[in-house]
């Protein structure tokens, strides 16, 4: 039997292999879950990071993934790219994890785009009942980009995911440093290149 489509915690310019920076109650709390069921409608999601750095203009999407193991050809990736929606409107559940430093911004799926997730689904799960597919993601990428100059220290990024009232707003992956990301084919001047002159629609902590 094919397990769930499962939640995938993607993050930042690059996506990340392993769960080390997820929390253990947000994979308990994914553990039953199935992507295939989650309305696009209700979908939120949360980027965290220090007020020097927002997420990229279209940076922040859901990504979808699916194929057969062992089948290059049959392999298929989507992803929507989300639009920035109002903290206030959140409540204090997600209000309170807009800490001082930082600036949080929230995102949710375009209206146009709502029907696009949903045929998405519905063909990701004719895959799977046709056995074109035994595995798959869901998940949130978010691009991180700089109003200021580098400094030292940690670039502490954050992303948090709503699909439900009845799982609420979870930490997908927690503290992920951006200078980890770097390597010697990505320096972390690609990684978070300079934002320009980008409108600031977000609500920072005091």
Request: net charge positive; proline share 7%.
């Amino acid at each position: 039997m094919l397990s769930p489509f499962r939640i995938a915690a993607l993050a930042s310019a690059l996506f990340l292999a392993g769960c080390g920076h997820v929390p253990v109650s947000t994979m308990w709390a994914l553990r039953n879950f199935d992507g295939l069921s989650v309305d696009p409608a209700f979908l939120r999601a949360a980027v965290r990071v220090p007020r020097a750095f927002q997420p990229r203009p279209g940076g922040v999407k859901v990504v979808a993934t699916w194929g057969k193991k062992g089948d290059p050809a049959s392999e298929r990736k989507v992803e929507i790219v989300l639009r920035e929606a109002s903290l206030s409107a959140e409540g204090p559940a997600l209000a309170k994890e807009n800490l001082p430093g930082n600036n949080l911004h929230v995102f949710r799926v375009a209206p146009d785009d709502v029907a696009r997730l949903r045929a998405l689904q519905a063909e990701i799960a004719r895959a799977k009942a046709e056995k074109r597919a035994d595995h798959g993601s869901l998940g949130m990428g978010a691009d991180a980009c700089r109003t200021g100059d580098l400094t030292d220290g940690p670039i502490l990024m954050t992303t948090f995911l709503k699909m439900s009232d009845e799982t609420g707003w979870l930490t997908v992956l927690k503290n992920v440093d951006l200078r980890t990301l770097a390597s010697k084919d990505k320096s972390l001047e690609e990684i978070t290149p300079p934002c320009g002159k980008l409108p600031q629609r977000v609500e920072a902590a005091g």
